[in-house]
């Protein structure tokens, strides 16, 4: 495990980590000095591409947008999400994990699951790649957006994944729109940080797409604190621009040559 990795980990219990999901370099270049770990998440699928869901995010657009956020991540660790279709066996997710690594340059990568996937993550971390999980609603397979952790079943499933995926090696877990109670049980069980999105405060850090965070993204889900208006901002800027083209304000003799 390199020292970035180690330094996130002991994290845990000191202070909460603050993640967010970027899809560029302008916005990661901006997040970057206040987080802890910038994920370019296939949530750009829906975010930016319209799709229906994120099985349709290709590998070559997660590598496309990495590089991009790869331009403005300085300090923060920053993780790929590995696409749909890109981990359904070992050999594969391993050589799609080593192309988006030299590819992007990114730190590590985050697949969904639990025990379906152990022995893929086993076989990464094995070839010293680092990966962090991600547990509960998973979109990659969901078959509806409902939060987990209420059947018991369910509940005891997640729970054992989570040590599942810790005894497998991850050095973090996401944990996505689950119970209040087992987002607290499994971050007092594993030893690895556990990151919320729609988890309550009970994880050792939470994560949210930025575009959903500054108000540019029209996502409504009940987890989605909206911190700024920047779909405002834009509109008003975009306006003053008009105004001026139209009067002959812009540009003036300063933005000519
Ligand atoms: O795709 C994504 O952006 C994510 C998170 C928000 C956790 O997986």
Do not use: W
Not at 66 to 72: A, C, L, Q, T, W
């Amino acid at each position: 495990m390199n020292n970035k990795i180690i330094n996130f980990i002991k994290k845990k219990n000191k202070s909460k980590i603050i993640s967010l999901a970027a899809y560029s370099k302008n916005i990661a270049s901006i997040i970057d000095k206040h987080c802890d770990l910038i994920l370019v998440g296939d949530s750009l699928g829906s975010v930016l591409y319209s799709f229906s869901s994120t099985k349709k995010v290709t590998l070559d657009m997660m590598i496309e947008h990495s590089k991009s956020v790869r331009m403005g991540v300085k300090k923060s660790l920053m993780v790929v999400d590995m696409p749909h279709n890109t981990y359904r066996n070992p050999k594969e997710a391993l050589s799609n994990a080593k192309k988006i690594i030299s590819e992007t340059n990114c730190d590590a990568i985050k697949l969904e699951g639990g025990k379906k996937v152990v022995q893929i993550i086993k076989t990464l971390i094995k070839n010293k790649i680092p990966v962090m999980g991600h547990l509960g609603l998973l979109p990659q397979s969901a078959k509806n957006f409902k939060f987990k952790g209420k059947e018991t079943t369910e509940r005891k499933i997640i729970l054992r994944d989570s040590k599942l995926l810790e005894e497998a090696g991850v050095f973090s877990i996401v944990l996505e729109c689950i119970e209040s109670s087992l987002a607290k049980e499994i971050t007092k069980t594993v030893k690895v940080p556990t990151i919320g999105i729609g988890a309550s405060v009970y994880c050792d850090g939470q994560i949210l797409v930025t575009d959903d965070l500054i108000g540019l993204n029209k996502m409504k889900a009940r987890f989605v604190k909206k911190y700024s208006n920047i779909e405002k901002q834009i509109n008003d800027a975009v306006l003053n621009y008009k105004k001026d083209v139209v009067a002959n304000k812009f540009p003036t003799k300063k933005h000519s040559y």
